[in-house]
């Protein structure tokens, strides 16, 4: 009649109150445990400023574009149910939204073009209570020397230098075949 559910077990019986439970409002504790490159743990520091001592990643991130394959491990801790933790991620200048619900704790992007990067990830407890802010982890993919400005315009110099020097030969040469051409007139004239 009050409305609980009772439970009988080995032990005696337990009571369940469904007006005294109380919803789970202490956000997972999330955080990035790992970057992959190609699937394969790798030392990044070469890549980077520095390697981060508490969350052992990379800051500053900058990798060459054949390098753009990435799989970003994370973890989100609710000691409430952990088992129904929950995760949404997003790469801020890739992805428009974030990723559908899933209990993944890792996200892989592949043939990532040149360009600034933002991970984001954000995880939810049993209770669906989100992280306010997402954890961030920011990278940077470096373009390759034929894509970049200072390339083009070094291609486009040597196109038109080819294409003048091409011009000065064939003038030069319609020069002397018209120099030939007059003395072969010039002395059948005579």
């Not at 490159?37 to 990798?63: A, Q, R, V």
């Not at 997003?90 to 939204?97: A, P, T, V």
């Not at 704790?105 to 990532?112: K, Q, R």
Request: charged share 25%; glycine share 4%; hydrophobic share 35%.
């Amino acid at each position: 009649s009050r409305g609980n559910l009772w439970f009988g077990t080995i032990k005696g019986a337990s009571v369940y109150n469904p007006a005294a439970d109380k919803p789970n409002k202490k956000e997972p504790i999330t955080s990035i445990t790992g970057i992959r490159l190609f699937l394969e743990k790798t030392n990044l520091s070469k890549y980077s400023d520095s390697i981060n001592t508490y969350t052992d990643l990379p800051h500053k991130l900058k990798l060459p574009y054949n390098l753009n394959h990435l799989t970003f491990d994370f973890i989100g801790v609710s000691l409430t149910i952990p088992e129904k933790v929950k995760y949404q991620y997003k790469l801020k200048g890739f992805d428009q939204e974030w990723s559908p619900i899933s209990k993944e704790t890792f996200a892989t992007y592949s043939n990532l073009p040149p360009g600034s990067y933002v991970f984001m990830v954000r995880a939810s407890n049993n209770d669906m209570l989100w992280n306010q802010n997402p954890v961030t982890f920011s990278f940077k993919i470096t373009t390759p020397f034929w894509r970049t400005y200072w390339f083009f315009i070094f291609t486009s110099v040597c196109i038109a230098a080819a294409i003048y020097r091409y011009i000065k030969y064939r003038t030069k040469k319609l020069q002397k075949e018209k120099k030939l051409l007059e003395e072969k007139v010039e002395e059948r004239t005579s």
